[in-house]
């Protein structure tokens, strides 16, 4: 599938933007075209829209519940074991191993993958590290019977939105509002994402509207917290992604099983939490 990202009116893409710039550096095959073009390969888009640079060759999940679920499934059948309990706390032991207490019972490890997400940060805090991880929230909305087709991820270059077809419904995405972990959702953020879409797609039926609050987990430079704990090495760390979680999942798999079998052959220094020292 491609990402179409449309222009309004007068609006035109710069090819030599930097965001097309670093895409065709690392390869990525990119096409600018004209309103017929952009009517021709989105009929339900609204004639607003003029012109759109199509980023070819993207990949994207049409639910990535499902997708998790399916993965679980899969290392389900590999012979892995879930034990479902919320973890109050990781103990280090002396002898190197640790105890992970849960609401249920004690459990006993000798390794262990934190990959907790905005959590991860709580739960490390008891054991000397204070890690600028922030929660920043994403709201979507879904149109589960919206009368409209999109044959690719639309992002709109003024407004700063996507719009696809997912399995359950039309998804318009795109904010981000740094807020505390517990704080209750904000649902106008995701309600000012209505109007927004029916500029893209005039035809749009809302009658059945789903709103969604989610939070990413966000370090500062942009980048996740992947590798072992210096002080702690039974700990490998695997959260922090951002945006960019699901994309990133597969490398940072990799990155943990060499660390929990050998350690990485790869410097990962610019990724582990000492950098925030």
């Not at 990535?64 to 309990?85: E, N």
């Not at 002898?95 to 019972?105: A, F, H, K, Q, V």
């Not at 390794?111 to 959590?119: D, E, H, P, S, T």
């Not at 939105?161 to 649902?187: C, H, K, L, Q, W």
């Amino acid at each position: 599938s491609m990402n179409v990202t449309v222009f309004r009116g007068a609006e035109r893409p710069n090819p030599r933007d930097l965001q097309f710039r670093l895409r065709q550096e690392i390869g990525c095959e990119i096409e600018f075209i004209d309103a017929d073009d952009l009517r021709a390969l989105e009929p339900s888009l609204s004639s607003e829209y003029t012109s759109a640079a199509l980023i070819k060759g993207q990949a994207r999940t049409l639910n990535p519940g499902k997708l998790t679920k399916v993965l679980a499934q899969k290392a389900d059948h590999l012979g892995a074991h879930f034990h479902r309990a919320e973890v109050r706390a990781v103990v280090p032991q002396s002898d190197g191993s640790l105890t992970i207490r849960t609401n249920d019972e004690d459990l006993a490890t000798d390794k262990l993958v934190l990959a907790g997400g905005i959590w991860s940060a709580e739960l490390l805090k008891p054991l000397g590290y204070n890690l600028p991880l922030i929660a920043e929230r994403g709201y979507h909305l879904e149109f589960s019977s919206s009368g409209i087709q999109i044959n690719n991820s639309i992002a709109d270059a003024s407004a700063k939105v996507i719009a696809s077809s997912m399995e359950n419904g039309v998804r318009i995405a795109g904010t981000a509002e740094f807020a505390s972990v517990d704080a209750a959702p904000n649902y106008k953020r995701a309600d000012v994402l209505e109007p927004l879409a029916k500029r893209l797609f005039p035809k749009l039926s809302a009658v059945n509207r789903t709103r969604w609050m989610g939070i990413r987990p966000s370090f500062p430079d942009n980048l996740p917290a992947v590798g072992r704990l210096d002080d702690l090495p039974s700990i490998v760390t695997a959260f922090g992604h951002s945006h960019y979680g699901l994309g990133m999942a597969p490398g940072t798999a990799r990155l943990v099983v060499e660390e929990l079998t050998g350690g990485s052959n790869e410097d990962l220094s610019d990724l582990k939490v000492s950098r925030f020292a």
